[in-house]
C-alpha cells in the first residue's frame, strides 16, 4: 500500500504554468492510464516517465495523467464512449494549453490499453459513432503537431477489443503518425486482435517487459532530432 500512494502522488498531473508563475518544463508528457488503474498515468505511464526522465536529465520533465474515468464498463454503450470522449477532451485541453503558454515546451503524448484509445482519438479527431455534435470535443489545430515530439501506445485494441470504442479506425492521426510507435507484446490478444483469451498476462506487462523504457527512448531520439528554438531577439 506505501508503494502505491508513492506512485499515485508521483503520478499526479502538472498543471500548465499561467503568465507569471512556475517556469515551463522543457519536456511534458501527457499519458492516459489503462481501464481500472488509479487516476494518474498508471503503471505503464509511471514507467515511462520515469525513464523518460532520467534520459532527459537535466531537462525538466512535467506530467499530466488524462483526467478521465478509465471506466470498465464495456458493455455501457454511449455512455461507456462518452467516457472515452472525456478522455479525448482533458487531453486535448491540456495540449492547446501547454501550446499556448509554453509554446518552446515539447510535447510527448502516450497512452495504454483503452488509454491508448483515447491517445489515438485525441491526435486523429475522430468521434465515437452515436455521440452527438453538441457532446464531441474539439479537434487539436493542426500546428500545435509542431509541438509534438513524439506519440507512444501500448496495448492499443484491435479487432474484437475494439469494437466496444465505437471507431472504426483506432489510429494515430496522419500529422502524427511519422512520430509515433506503438507497443503490441507477443501473445497480446487485446491489440493483436485475435481470439480472446483468459490470458491476459501480455497485455499487463508492458511496465516491466522493457517496452516503456524502449518507448522513453525513442521519444528522445525523436526530441533530439528537434531543432531548439531560437532565442528571443
Not at 483503452?114 to 452527438?132: K, M, R, W, Y
Not at 474484437?160 to 465505437?166: E, H, L, N, R, V
Not at 487485446?190 to 517487459?209: A, F, K, L, M, R
Request: a negative charge; charged letters at 15%.
Amino acid at each position: 500500500m506505501a508503494v502505491a500512494s508513492v506512485l499515485a502522488i508521483a503520478a499526479l498531473p502538472v498543471i500548465v504554468p499561467t503568465a507569471g508563475s512556475q517556469s515551463c518544463p522543457d519536456i511534458d508528457v501527457v499519458f492516459a492510464r489503462g481501464t481500472a488503474e488509479s487516476p494518474g498515468v498508471g503503471g505503464v505511464g509511471q514507467r515511462f516517465v520515469d525513464s523518460l526522465r532520467a534520459q532527459a536529465f537535466p531537462r525538466t520533465v512535467g506530467v499530466h495523467g488524462v483526467n478521465y474515468p478509465a471506466s470498465d464498463n464495456f458493455t455501457g454503450g454511449t455512455v461507456f464512449k462518452l467516457n472515452i470522449v472525456e478522455g479525448v477532451r482533458d487531453e486535448a485541453n491540456h495540449v492547446r494549453g501547454v501550446v499556448s503558454v509554453c509554446p518552446n515546451t515539447k510535447l510527448v503524448l502516450g497512452g495504454y490499453s483503452q488509454g491508448a484509445v483515447v491517445t489515438a482519438l485525441a491526435t486523429s479527431g475522430v468521434v465515437p459513432t452515436g455521440i452527438a455534435r453538441g457532446a464531441a470535443p474539439l479537434p487539436l489545430p493542426a500546428g500545435v503537431a509542431d509541438n509534438v515530439a513524439a506519440v507512444v501506445l501500448f496495448g492499443t485494441p484491435a479487432g474484437w477489443s475494439a469494437t466496444k470504442y465505437g471507431a472504426a479506425d483506432i489510429d494515430v492521426g496522419p500529422a502524427y503518425a511519422s512520430k509515433a510507435l506503438e507497443f503490441c507484446a507477443p501473445g497480446d490478444a487485446v491489440c493483436s486482435g485475435t481470439v480472446p483469451t483468459q490470458d491476459h498476462g501480455p497485455h499487463q506487462q508492458y511496465g516491466v517487459n522493457g517496452m516503456a523504457d524502449r518507448a522513453a527512448t525513442f521519444a528522445m531520439g525523436r526530441l533530439a532530432e528537434l531543432k531548439p528554438e531560437s532565442p528571443a531577439s
